[in-house]
């Protein structure tokens, strides 16, 4: 299986791209589709995962999706 690398808002507005267990992140983006679109250049081979921004009825924050 690939590797995965993740989406997630901070809490200063903008999305960091980072890979599982890291401190840091590999890259900060104003806008989610940016995010996204840098983590794929930065691991083009792993699985993207956004987090959720917002409560829906089928799920909440601490949830991942596919992009």
């Not at 900060?28 to 917002?54: D, F, H, K, W």
């Amino acid at each position: 299986m690939a590797d995965k690398i993740f989406v997630e808002r901070r809490d200063q507005g903008d999305y960091a791209v980072r890979r599982p267990n890291s401190e840091r992140a590999s890259a900060v983006t104003p806008t989610q589709s940016e995010a996204i679109g840098r983590a794929g250049q930065i691991a083009p081979n792993a699985r993207v995962l956004v987090e959720r921004v917002r409560n829906t009825s089928v799920g909440g924050r601490d949830q991942w999706r596919k992009p």
